[in-house]
């Protein structure tokens, strides 16, 4: 009882530790990357080449003025930033990010590092939690008494729903090719491989779907070519205008957290989880465990630089261009994925 | 139930969490409070009105429909597309028969011009 408790905690605190690095470690690659693209130099004056500009960053917000502005209702106003947080936090506890590969201490099974094993709803907890997401956008929004903050907000949660059912749809495909809603399943359903040469990834069995969700999770993170709730040319900062210090920071922190979440399971999905291509790997004892957390960062780490690369190369849709995008072209086609899963199983090629 | 301990205990981290960070500024208090500061932003100028006052697209509202009909839909999609493997032919005419159905509402609402934004 006692161990497992300690067991749950150390594990607890290790995804939690993991998932905050990303954040200052995301918000660096994030400027250094757009330098990069620009042809800029970036932050490189604090640290060896500007590593430790995040950290200051964070002093420095937490050293601005926190200020209330007068017409906000209070209540509602603070508690969209917290809600933010909490829901990009707790996605990602229901993530594999290794393989289960049955270690053992004090004769109780540890689970590798994945935190909550073995769900048995976890895609739709995932999910579940996930669809919070609109509430501290729609909140922030609404409480602000600001025209921006308003007209961001309705966007981003128009938005926000209505990519968020191209994405759920896009998703059957792969509970109908693994047959199961729990996670570590349904990576161990995409190893070996498809076809005879393809590794057995959802991306090439379902090219469709992993498409569409890719594209759904740039519009839900509020990324470009999707960032419309604050397109800053027109809205100022969106719904996050009247926030300042430690309470903007918590917003900030949220959508690189979104961002890490979401190329989880892009890769749990889609990406084979911590298969490697055309390798067969058991991935047993200490060394199976950190070697399928080592493939997985590397698929979560190619995702992230694909999202910086993305924002700093697209330009922005106009509104109608995105909503038409999100009802009337990724609709019908995932749900022609989906139906292109079905003929292929009952045809026996998946 | 074992499986949902860590669920539990993490929620109540990840609540923790923002409160300790909010707290935070709470503490580390720069600055003092002037009404000019807590005007809400537009354009440096005083706000024209008050922001709730404002007119939004009644669309936004016609979108949160859509929503709540397509999202139901693919409620009844998990389950059915969990166990397709062992439903087969029969339980994948049946879908396809839930999705027709669907399929007029859809060009319906695009018909009715719900879907344009111009």
């Known amino acids: 009882m006692w161990v497992d408790l300690i067991v749950i905690g150390v594990k607890l605190a290790f995804g939690l530790v993991v998932l905050l690095t990303t954040v200052p470690i995301m918000v660096w690659v994030e400027r250094r990357g757009s330098a990069l693209i620009q042809d800029r130099l970036g932050p490189n004056r604090v640290g060896p080449l500007g590593l430790f500009q995040p950290i200051v960053d964070v002093v420095k917000l937490l050293a601005k003025e926190v200020i209330t502005p007068a017409g906000v209702r209070p209540l509602l106003y603070i508690l969209a930033p917290a809600i933010a947080v909490i829901v990009a936090l707790s996605t990602f506890i229901a993530i594999p990010i290794g393989k289960d590969s049955g270690l053992e201490l004090f004769g109780h099974a540890v689970n590798g590092f994945i935190v909550a094993p073995d769900l048995n709803i976890g895609l739709l907890y995932v999910f579940a939690i996930a669809s919070f997401g609109v509430y501290p956008l729609l909140l922030a929004g609404w409480s602000s008494d600001n025209k921006y903050a308003l007209l961001g907000g309705v966007r981003a949660s128009a938005q926000a729903i209505s990519y968020e059912i191209a994405m759920i749809i896009a998703i059957v495909g792969v509970l109908m090719s693994s047959g199961t809603l729990r996670l570590q399943q349904i990576v161990d359903a995409q190893s070996g491989v498809w076809m005879g040469f393809l590794p057995h990834w959802n991306v090439f069995s379902q090219p469709i779907g992993a498409l569409i969700f890719m594209v759904a999770v740039f519009a839900e993170t509020n990324r470009l070519p999707f960032d419309l709730p604050e397109a800053d040319a027109e809205l100022v900062a969106g719904y996050h205008t009247e926030y300042s210090s430690i309470r903007f920071a918590a917003f900030y922190m949220s959508e690189y957290l979104h961002m890490t979440v979401a190329a989880s399971l892009v890769t749990v999905l889609f990406l084979g989880g911590w298969n490697l291509p055309w390798i067969d790997i058991p991935f047993e004892g200490w060394a199976g465990a950190l070697l399928s957390m080592g493939v997985f960062g590397i698929k979560v780490a190619t995702l992230l630089w694909f999202f910086v690369w993305v924002r700093w190369t697209l330009p922005r849709f106009r509104y109608d261009q995105l909503m038409a995008l999100g009802w009337k072209v990724m609709v019908p086609l995932a749900v022609l994925n989906f139906l292109w899963v079905g003929v292929a199983m009952a045809l026996g090629y998946m | ?118």
């Open chain 2, 1 to 118: 139930m074992d499986h949902y301990v860590p669920i539990l205990i993490f929620t109540l981290i990840a609540v923790s969490v923002p409160i300790i960070i909010l707290m935070i500024a709470k503490v580390v208090r720069f600055g003092s409070y002037d009404p000019v500061k807590a005007e809400p932003y537009e354009c440096g100028i005083e706000a024209t009105s008050f922001a709730l006052d404002t007119r939004f697209s009644i669309r936004y509202y016609l979108i949160a429909v859509l929503f709540v009909v397509f999202d139901v839909e693919t409620i009844f999609l998990f389950p059915w597309a969990v166990v397709f493997d062992e439903l087969a032919l029969f339980g994948f005419i049946e879908m396809m028969v839930f999705l027709a159905i669907l399929l007029v509402g859809y060009l319906y609402a695009w018909r009715r011009g719900a879907l344009e934004w111009a």
